[in-house]
């Protein structure tokens, strides 16, 4: 028998990497706030966490100019920026594997739902998974750890040790930790080994084919 079941999937910096989508929408919205950022590589840091936290942290926004701040990333990010991503390679290949496995498969993001499930259907992805849980658009179910408490009670029948989330930021390993369950990371995302390691993942990975190679062993 398998050790886990339910597999949760962070999108973001796991499945795709969205760099460029996401740091030119919120580039576009700190023009909006007067704020020119050039480099974006200085914006990476927005690739994971909620919006909300990541425009109060790093520039103090108080709750009016972060409302006008998302609704400003989501002008330029609705109409080009949530497609302006790319898959990670063997990422289809890994998926396939694990529903040939026997694996439930499913999303687990601090991005809103709608937009996750827009993104899924563009990669033709949206048929590996059981179940998308995102945020809501009014910023409710943001934090990592209610997404991950949300899909968990979808899967009621499942145990808590039969899941395992999978993602590339410490949002994702503490929200796991939250609800109990195993955790993979991934370096290839945006989260360092060392932000990984501190936040105590179950299992550290390098790369797609080393995740592979993890389930491949777990099995």
Do not use: C, W
């Not at 200085?42 to 701040?69: H, K, N, R, T, W």
């Not at 910023?139 to 968990?152: C, L, P």
């Amino acid at each position: 028998m398998k050790k886990y079941h339910v597999v949760l999937f962070d999108l973001d910096g796991t499945l795709s990497d969205p760099k460029i989508g996401i740091t030119k929408s919120v580039q576009h919205a700190l023009q909006k706030a007067g704020i020119e950022v050039n480099n974006l590589d200085e914006l990476e840091s927005f690739i994971g966490p909620p919006l909300q936290v990541s425009f109060q942290e790093i520039y103090g926004f108080d709750d009016m100019q972060i409302d006008q701040a998302i609704n400003d990333y989501r002008e330029r990010f609705t109409e080009r920026g949530m497609f302006e991503n790319k898959l990670y390679e063997n990422i289809p290949a890994l998926l396939t594997n694990l529903k040939q496995q026997g694996y439930i498969l499913a999303i687990a993001t601090s991005k809103p739902t709608v937009f996750a499930e827009q993104i899924l259907q563009y990669f033709n992805l949206e048929h590996y998974f059981d179940f998308v849980a995102g945020s809501n658009l009014d910023g409710t179910r943001s934090a990592k750890g209610e997404v991950i408490t949300f899909a968990r009670e979808h899967f009621n029948e499942a145990k808590i040790d039969q899941f395992i989330m999978i993602g590339d930021r410490k949002y994702d390993i503490v929200g796991a930790h939250e609800n109990h369950m195993d955790s993979i990371g991934v370096t290839y995302g945006y989260g360092s080994l060392e932000e990984l390691t501190d936040a105590q993942a179950t299992y550290i990975v390098n790369s797609v084919s080393e995740l592979q190679e993890l389930f491949n062993r777990l099995n």
